[in-house]
C-alpha cells in the first residue's frame, strides 16, 4: 500500500471525541484531523509524538486530512488506522506474502456469517477444499517492560469475543478458521493474548485453539511512503 502523495509529519496535541486529533504543523499554526480508530490507543497519542498524515481529495470532507502513523519518543512507528489492517491482509495475501493463505480461488471480503450475524474480514473459496474464514486484528499495543511483546485486545472487547464464537463454529462445521494478528508496530516482534485486559478474550482464544482455529501473525514494514505485511512472527499462547 502506497501513500501517494506520501504523508506528511506534524506533532500531536491531543485525540479527542474518539474521532478527532489536533496537531502542531512544522509552521507552528494548528490543525484538526480526523481518526480512524475508535479504540484505546493505548501507547499511540501520547502528547508530543509525531503524526503522519495524508490528505484526501474529496471536497466534501470536513476534514481532509487522516491520522495514519504515530511515531513514538522512541522511534517506533505504529499504524494508528485500523481501517488499513484488512488492506494490508488482502494485499499479502494476493501477493503471496502470506503462505499459509495461498492455493484458494477467490477472495471475498465482508461476507455475512455465523450465527451470531457477523460479517467476516475475509472469506478464500475454493473447489476441490474447504473454505476459509479469516478475521483480521490490528496488534499495536506494546509491553513497556518486556521487550518486543505485544498483545492484544488494547482494550475489553466484546465485539472480539464474538468473532472468536463464531470461528469456533465455523470450524466445528468443517471449515478452516484462521486469526490474522496483522502487527502494525514497529517494536513489537512476539504476540500475546492480553489476559491481564480481557480474561473473556484469552480463555475463549485458548478454547478456540483447541477447536483447531489457527492463529497467524504477520508483521507491517511502516514508513511515509508505502505500509506492507513482511514477515511472520511468533505467536506465544
Known sequence: MKFEPRLEAATLVKRYKRFLADITLPDGSERTIHCANTGAMTGCADAGNTVWYSTSDNPKRKYPNSWELSETAAGHKICINTARANQLAVEA???GVIEELQGYDQLQTEVKY???NSRIDILLNSKSRPNCYIEVKSVTLLDDHVEGQGYFPDAVTT???KHLREL????QNGDRAVLLFTVLHSGIEKVSAAHHIDAKYSQLLKTALEQGVEVL???A????TEMRLVKAI???D
Open 159 to 161: 465485539r472480539g469475543q
Open 217 to 219: 501473525c504477520y508483521k
Open 221 to 224: 514494514e511502516l514508513s511515509d
Open 114 to 116: 455465523g450465527s451470531e
Open 234 to 236: 511468533e505467536f506465544i
Open 168 to 171: 469456533s463454529e465455523v470450524r
Open 93 to 95: 495475501i494476493e501477493s
